[in-house]
């Protein structure tokens, strides 16, 4: 019998987890040729996710948990239970129940045509703010037009992966990760299956706008080296206009003797070019912090408890 293993990224669940656990597994329970194995990474939670994954693991032998040693943010958690699966397949879902858990259903029966991930897409935003919705579709207009890894608009991280396609993307070990562009990047036939956002209904969202906007600039960056070159062109773009200018004021001097009252163009020539300068200067920054922060090769996630010694223990003795 093959496995699909469940890999729920945590942090801050404490309300919403176990009833994640009864609805997904009144799902996976009418499932019968394969075996089902949860996941549960907590990301360094601050309220008692930790303590309920415990208690529903001391229940549930399927279940394992791997706790951080602080919050390292969802795309660490998600590697990290990509990291510690070992099922022929494996499905990412959110904890909150915006990913609905009958929906692994139609994953499998993608599987089964021979796909190597089937992914879920929202066809619509329902209860998400005209803003954010804006600045998403925005996002993926400027980052597919920029880079070669084309993100498709409302795919979201609930999806099933051949194993294959596991070990593809944990052979990108970056340390700033960027799931959506490296689900992208690795390949593979991906079939998507759109469904209707549901609102959560429990706990609050994690994300901020500013948080998302940072999440913005990090997807572009990840995945494509454009604004360096747009860079390049605006100076290539600014030393012609100021060579055409050059030529243009020496043949006024030259002719007309020279022209006492330049002070606007001054100004204005020294304000936009310590704008513009300072603007790739920040860019030239993005891209080396990004350097700076993957030299260090620090490891992607620490690891405080687990309950994976257990599991190995008891499936030794089984042995
Ligand atoms: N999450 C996480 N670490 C974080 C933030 C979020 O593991 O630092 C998890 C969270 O517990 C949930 C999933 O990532 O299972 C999605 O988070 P959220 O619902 O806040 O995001 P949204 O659905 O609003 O995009
Ligand atoms: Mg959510």
């Not at 020279?258 to 100004?267: A, F, K, Q």
């Amino acid at each position: 019998m093959k496995t699909i293993d469940l890999v729920v990224p945590c942090y801050n669940e404490e309300e919403v987890l176990s009833f994640f656990y009864k609805e997904t597994n009144r799902v996976v329970s009418q499932i019968s040729n394969y075996t089902f194995h949860y996941i549960f990474v907590d990301d360094g939670s601050c309220d008692h996710t930790l303590s309920v994954m415990q208690e529903l693991a001391s229940k549930h032998p399927e279940i394992t948990y791997l706790s951080f040693s602080r919050n390292f943010g969802k795309e660490s958690a998600m590697y990290a239970g990509l990291k510690h699966s070992v099922g022929d397949y494996v499905v990412v879902m959110d904890a909150d129940l915006q990913h609905p858990p009958s929906m692994i259903i139609d994953m499998i029966a993608g599987i089964e045509e021979g796909y190597d991930c089937v992914a879920a897409r929202r066809s619509n935003r329902n209860g998400e703010s005209p803003i954010r919705s804006f600045f998403s579709r925005q996002f993926y207009r400027l980052s597919n037009r920029m880079s070669d890894v084309k993100m498709a608009y409302g795919a979201v991280d609930f999806r099933m992966m051949t194993r294959q396609m596991v070990d593809s993307i944990l052979e990108l070990s970056e340390v700033q990760r960027f799931s959506k562009g490296i689900f992208m990047w690795v390949g593979y036939n991906t079939k998507w299956i759109p469904y209707q956002n549901v609102e959560r209904t429990i706990g609050t969202t994690k994300w901020s706008f500013w948080g998302l906007f940072k999440y913005a600039i990090d997807g572009i960056t990840s995945f494509s080296v454009a604004p360096l070159r747009m860079v390049s062109g605006i100076g290539f773009t600014i030393s012609m206009i100021a060579f055409i200018y050059i030529i243009i004021t020496l043949v006024q001097t030259l002719f007309f003797g020279i022209n006492v009252p330049g002070y606007v163009t001054t100004l204005c020539a020294v304000l936009f070019l310590g704008g513009i300068i300072e603007f790739s200067i920040g860019i030239l920054g993005e891209y080396i912090s990004r350097i700076y922060m993957e030299t260090k090769d620090r490891p992607i996630y620490i690891i405080k408890t687990s309950n994976l010694k257990e599991i190995k223990k008891s499936s030794e003795k089984d042995s």
